[in-house]
């Protein structure tokens, strides 16, 4: 099928499930699956993803959700595999257009709580804690929750029982034969529900092009003691904020070495808290002090866990890096480990924290040149085992960029999955699963990204972000133009007068003023008098420098001026026209002389 076929899956879920993924398939993060039924509709997680370098000015980037908007009155639920913000972040979001009830475990829950209070949509959500093992009916759909091992607690695999059979979608996850906590993923049930039969497996690729066995979080503990022993100032541990199972091994290291606990950034804070009031943390209160008096004692009995792995400008570490924290240094002797992954598209960002941290003197530690961080989510042999133990008829992988599927799907055919049993699909394709066949049987045509620029309610239009790209890249250009009447009688001004506008003068007008002399009504008073070019100016932000570039901003202002000598009348009274033309024939000509096409906003001005 082409990305152009829409079609209307109203009339076309009798007898089969539709899924229909929102995100998660072609990128890591925004994770959010669809399952339909003809009268029902479920949602698996609902996660957001950072932005790239390239999206100036984006905070964050939700899941398109009009398709569950248009059938709202079908949704039955959204459940929660586990409380990261790839798979939860979206949630208040969701919820701010969405009255449906949400289902998920106790931490996972509480994590979500946070966000969904700052949005202002905790009062009206309907949250429903479930524990490992528990089944909930919603309507065409059963959903019983599945203990899994991640790098967070209270994680859970679902097994969706549908009028056609069962559905095993696995969230994140790897098989930890040593976990933190003791709780080891439910072998025994995935391998009854394999035996009872499964139609479909949608598994988690992130890690399909790794071999082996994912090593257990345990397998950290040795290599981060080693640098506790060597560490003699402050220790800075990174990390992310939800990796709890990482954290309480941090938090029994600094207790057995004897250093006390600052904690520094507000998702982290919020998370010890709310992990440890319910159980799922272990810290010790008399190890614990506030951030902000972490210089009262000396540097080696300190341990500081900061937010930023990722390199976020505003994250604790990144102001650190830069000197910025308004209460913690990073000095000459300090370490800092920074435990977590790289994700794809964040080297930039990490590699300048990095190199401002050893500009300060630090001792960095991260995954590229150390063992000081492990995955939470299967290698190939953990995935091999998801698809062995369950034995589906069909397969579809999800979460990870598209290599990362298709190797996933590589995988399944090794252990005998015939390959047109298997689905490689993306973001938005509908896959229509009967007992007999699973294919993808069109696209969503309101699916895709939400670009928030601030609060979630502040959706970003993609040509404001396409703007935004083009003004950092190019620039932008004013060409201001003076229209003056001709009277008939020679009574124009003298164009040896000073310029209307000069180069002192051009950089102090407001842009507001700017803009209300570009949107003023596109048709005035018409005179039987006609107009001409006056005085025309060019200024240039970001484009070309101005004192350096005389002979190609006269030349723009030559062709301006001819633009206008050209139009009629009627069309020189006709304010958008002038602007079009203007903006047309300079775009041109800056593409022909330098190859670059920058932003060009002409502002009409009548005398």
């Known amino acids: 099928m082409t990305d152009s076929m829409l079609i209307n899956n109203e009339n076309s879920v009798n007898g089969n499930v ?101 949005y202002g949509v905790l009062g009206k959500a309907q949250l429903n804690t479930i524990a490992p093992g528990d089944t909930v009916e919603l309507g065409d759909f059963s959903a019983e929750f599945i203990h899994v091992t991640h790098s967070i607690p209270d994680s859970v695999a679902i097994a969706l029982r549908t009028p056609i059979g069962i559905i095993v979608h696995t969230g994140d996850f790897k098989f930890d034969m040593t976990p933190v906590d003791g709780k080891l993923s439910d072998i025994q049930r995935l391998a009854r529900l394999g035996s009872e039969g499964v139609l479909m497996l949608v598994s988690d690729s992130t890690n399909a092009e ?214 490689v699909a993306e973001d938005g394709e509908l896959i229509h699963l009967t007992p007999e066949t699973c294919e993808v049987f069109g696209r969503e045509g309101r699916s895709g990204r939400v670009l928030v620029d601030g609060k979630p309610e502040i959706e970003l239009e993609d040509i404001v972000l396409r703007d935004r790209i083009q003004l950092s890249e ?19 001004q003298d164009s040896n007068q000073p310029s209307a506008i000069s180069h002192q003068q051009e950089r102090e007008i407001p842009a507001e003023n700017l803009l209300s002399e570009s949107r003023q009504p596109t048709t005035d008073n018409h005179s039987k008098t006609g107009l001409n070019a006056g005085e025309i100016e060019i200024i240039s932000r970001g484009f070309v420098y101005m004192d350096q570039s005389e002979e190609l901003i006269e030349a723009a202002k030559e062709i301006t001026r001819s633009v206008i000598e050209n139009l009629s009348d009627e069309q020189k009274h006709e304010t958008e026209v002038v602007q079009d033309e203007v903006r047309g024939a300079l775009r041109r000509f800056f593409s022909k002389q330098m190859q670059r096409t920058p932003i060009i906003f002409p502002v009409v001005m009548r005398i």
Request: charged share 20%; with cysteine; net charge negative.
């Open 210 to 423: 790794r071999p082996g066995q994912t090593p257990s979080e345990k397998s950290i503990y040795d290599k981060i003691d080693h640098i506790f022993q060597r560490t003699e100032q402050k220790l800075f541990l990174c990390t992310f904020s939800s990796s709890l199972h990482r954290i309480q091994q941090f938090i029994d290291l600094a207790n057995l070495h004897r250093r006390l606990i600052a904690v520094s950034g507000r998702s982290l804070l919020n998370n010890v808290r709310t992990a440890s009031e319910l159980g799922y943390l272990h810290v010790n209160s008399d190890y614990l002090i506030d951030a902000r008096d972490a210089s009262m004692f000396k540097p080696h009995e300190v341990m500081v866990l900061s937010t930023g792995s990722q390199g976020e400008p505003r994250s604790a570490m990144a102001l650190m890096a830069l000197d910025n924290h308004p209460f913690l240094k990073v000095e000459q002797g300090d370490t800092v480990v920074i435990s977590a992954r790289i994700i794809p598209g964040n080297e930039k960002a990490i590699g300048n924290v990095v190199n401002h941290l050893l500009r300060r003197g630090a001792k960095i530690y991260h995954e590229r040149n150390a063992d000081v961080h492990v995955s939470g989510h299967g290698s190939s042999e953990d995935l091999k085992l998801m698809l062995n133990l369950l034995q589906p008829k069909f397969f579809m992988p999800m979460h990870g960029e598209y290599q990362n599927l298709v190797r996933h799907a590589e995988l399944a055919e090794s252990v005998g999955i015939p390959s047109e049993n298997i689905t």
């Open 474 to 492: 190019d620039g932008i250009v004013i060409p201001v133009i003076v229209l003056h009447s001709d009277t008939g009688d020679g009574s124009q």
């Open 18 to 118: 539709s899924i229909i993924p929102l995100g998660g398939l072609g990128e890591f993060g925004l994770n959010m699956m669809v399952y339909e039924t003809q009268d029902d509709l479920i949602v698996i997680d609902t996660g957001f993803m950072l932005p790239n370098a390239d999206m100036p000015g984006v905070d964050l980037i939700f899941p398109d959700i009009h398709y569950l908007i248009e059938r709202k009155e079908k949704i039955r639920g959204i459940l929660l595999t586990h409380g990261h913000e790839d798979h939860i972040g979206a949630l208040a979001y969701v919820l701010r257009q969405l009255d449906v009830p949400v289902y998920g475990t106790q931490l996972t829950l509480a994590i979500a709580s946070g966000r969904l209070r700052e």
